[in-house]
């Protein structure tokens, strides 16, 4: 039995090896990436709780990309929010061929409707992130969001630096996928 659990392991570390051994990716001035993120949740005798935002982006450098995003969303309470704005992202570090790890600024208006009180603000959000790609155009993409965050709207404001308030550290990170062409 321990035999056959370690073929069964050794195929697998091979399959991953092939799988991903032609992910040697490198972005160039023009590259256009198509990025997003979606969720859903529901528990019995609780709403339904979900989370769609789609990215697009396009490199000025080989380091450097800039894009809008929107989103939509809608938590158990049944608050919605309508999310839009634009970012500029900056590839750091290059981990051998397949990881990537960049920061990324965001100007964002915001819009929630909690039982029908509607609140805009206007939001800049600076975050890190990961890419890990598995081909050459396909990654799956790591968001940790709001390591430093300034808010505003109707007159009243907020800053947030690290995970001020937040219970759970892992709770802000968003999983993902991005396609590359």
């Known amino acids: 039995m321990k035999k056959q659990m370690k073929l069964v392991i050794l195929a ?38 979900y989370s769609l935002k789609p990215t697009v982006g396009y490199f ?17 309470t049944g608050t919605k929010t309508l999310n839009y704005g634009a970012f500029g992202r900056c590839y750091f570090l290059t981990i051998g061929n397949h990881f990537k790890t960049y920061s990324q600024l965001d100007v964002a208006n915001n819009t929630t409707d909690a039982a029908g009180t509607k609140t805009n ?19 799956l993409t790591l968001h940790v969001a709001n390591l430093a965050s300034y808010t505003n709207g109707d007159s009243n404001s907020t800053f947030t630096v690290g995970f001020d308030g937040v219970t759970n550290p892992l709770s802000p990170v968003k999983f993902g996928v991005l396609y590359r062409f």
């Open 121 to 139: 603000t206007l939001g800049v959000n600076l975050g890190l992130g990961a890419n890990y790609f598995v081909t050459n155009n396909l990654a």
């Open 60 to 76: 000025l450098t080989d380091r450097f990309a800039v894009g809008v995003f929107g989103e939509v969303a809608k938590n158990t």
């Open 12 to 49: 697998l570390v091979l399959s991953l090896t092939a799988f991903t051994a032609s992910a040697q990716t490198t972005f160039k001035k023009s590259d256009k990436i198509v990025e997003g993120t979606a969720s859903y949740t529901k528990t019995s005798d609780v709403d339904a709780s």
